[in-house]
């Protein structure tokens, strides 16, 4: 990767320019000053969805989850683990369905968790249930 590619920070949501060979050496954010990757996944809304979907040119993998649903919530570990495998190659993302009704609706969502893959603003891999982080890397670095 000698290529830049946009990269959204997670703290102001800035889109920075990083070259493809940088990613790996703590790139912070031109405006707010703070890390790029934090290995803990992105709380999205519906807006900030769109945001990181159309400008953040690493492949976006998302957890639609629920609050109130348990397996959910077994789950959230994993993930926060899997992000911390998977940064800088990805960018992981949680998006509550109960806040973002509309959103899970669009894109068809009908059980929870969720695990979708975008990549180039596409949806490219989806999976219901709940995975282990082992299981969650594994699955990422298969489809993306």
Avoid at 24 to 44: E, W
Avoid at 61 to 87: K, T, Y
Avoid at 111 to 121: C, K, N, V, W
């Amino acid at each position: 990767m000698s290529e830049s590619l946009h990269i959204i920070c997670p703290a102001c949501d800035a889109i920075n320019r990083v070259p493809g060979a940088r990613l790996g050496a703590d790139p912070k954010c031109g405006q707010c000053h703070r890390p790029l990757f934090t290995g803990a996944p992105v709380a999205l809304d519906e807006a900030r969805f769109a945001r990181f979907l159309a400008r953040d040119q690493l492949p976006l993998l998302v957890d639609f989850w629920a609050s109130w649903c348990g397996p959910c919530r077994a789950m959230a570990p994993a993930f926060e683990s899997a992000a911390r495998g998977l940064e800088p190659a990805f960018r992981l993302a949680k998006v509550n369905t109960e806040e973002a009704q509309g959103l899970g609706a669009r894109l068809g969502i009908r059980s929870i968790p969720t695990l979708a893959l975008f990549r180039g603003g596409a949806e490219v891999a989806r999976t219901a249930g709940a995975m282990d982080a082992h299981s969650i890397v594994t699955w990422a670095r298969q489809h993306g």
